[in-house]
């Protein structure tokens, strides 16, 4: 029997399974990230939302979880992979042709129906933005939203990911802001760390929806920040970041107490999570 999926069936692949996916494109936007187009050989793994995950692997490294960063129906998957550890760094060295193994998508995405009609917040601190971006496309693509307001945070310019993209979402009705941590030579725009663009914002808090995406030593002070707009816990959505093996619920990994981060999260309302304050 084959290790991994058999692309010629047409029931959707077992989520044990890897799938083959070749590689269409393969870019180093910054020193540590890479960014990779994938066409999977199975059809069915591109019926994602954004938000969810994949487990993103090499036969002989084993496999990470990987959020999404291409937009729903684009009939491909893209990611943005930061080289940290065993796995990541493999992962690194592919180029354009190779194959890279996907079993998902895992977990609970956004809602992005639930967010019509509403004003939305996002705030993106580093590799955040990558989730974040399927996210604005989805929105964007779904329409019928208030206001749509982007804070992102980098530690310099140089670090700012899919920042050629932003005059296109402005174009679209996204107030893009963006903020480096610390002046650059060139840098026009805002210094400091994103937090700091939470208190300038006019915000009606009775139709804002936030949602906060990035580190997760980002989250105790941008909850603070938002809170203190008014923003209440029930219309905070964040995603949770946990070391996690089978992605299905199984391994406990990525537990926090009885909640399995893997198939409950790793989105999550703020309010969700009172009763678990090792979660932030
Ligand atoms: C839902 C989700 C989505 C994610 N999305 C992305 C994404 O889009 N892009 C991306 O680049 N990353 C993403 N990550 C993070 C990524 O999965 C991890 O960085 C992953 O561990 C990398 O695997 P690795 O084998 O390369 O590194 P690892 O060997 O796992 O090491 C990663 C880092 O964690 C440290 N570490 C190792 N073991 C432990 C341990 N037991 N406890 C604490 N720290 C440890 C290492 O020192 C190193 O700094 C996501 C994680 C989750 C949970
Ligand atoms: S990763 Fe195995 S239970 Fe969540």
């Not at 069936?9 to 399974?17: A, E, G, N």
């Not at 903020?179 to 840098?187: A, K, N, V, Y």
Request: hydrophobic share 40%; aromatic share 8%; proline share 8%.
């Amino acid at each position: 029997m084959s290790l991994y999926a058999n692309p010629t069936k047409s029931s959707p692949p077992s989520p044990y399974l890897p799938s083959a996916c070749r590689i269409e494109e393969a870019l180093r936007p910054t020193a540590k990230e890479k960014f990779f187009r994938l066409a999977p050989h199975d059809p069915h793994i591109l019926n994602y939302s954004p938000g969810q995950f994949f487990m993103v692997g090499l036969p002989g490294y084993g496999e990470a979880p990987i959020s999404i960063t291409s937009g729903p129906d684009e009939g491909c998957i893209e990611l943005c992979i930061r080289a940290v550890g065993n796995v990541t760094n493999a992962i690194h060295r592919l180029e354009k042709g190779d194959t890279l193994w996907v079993r998902g998508p895992f977990g609970r995405g956004f809602d992005v129906e639930g967010m019509a009609g509403k004003d939305l917040v996002f705030v993106a601190g580093g590799i955040g933005i990558a989730p974040m971006r399927s996210l604005v496309k989805a929105v964007i693509k779904r329409g019928g939203f208030g206001r749509l307001t982007l804070l992102y945070g980098a530690k310099g310019p140089e670090e700012i990911l899919y920042g050629d993209e932003f005059e296109g979402w402005r174009a679209k009705g996204v107030d893009v802001r963006i903020t480096i941590d610390r002046p650059s030579p060139g840098w026009k725009g805002y210094v400091g760390v994103v937090t700091t663009l939470i208190p300038p914002l006019d915000i009606d808090e009775g139709r804002t929806l936030a949602v906060v995406l990035g580190p997760p030593v980002l989250y105790k002070f941008v909850i603070w920040g938002l809170r203190h707009k008014g923003i209440k816990d029930d219309d905070m959505l964040l995603s949770l970041e946990r070391r996690m093996k089978c992605g299905l619920g199984k391994c406990g990994h990525c537990q926090i107490n009885c909640v399995y981060v893997c198939q409950e999260g790793p989105v999550f309302r703020l309010s969700e999570l009172k009763g678990l304050p090792e979660a932030i």
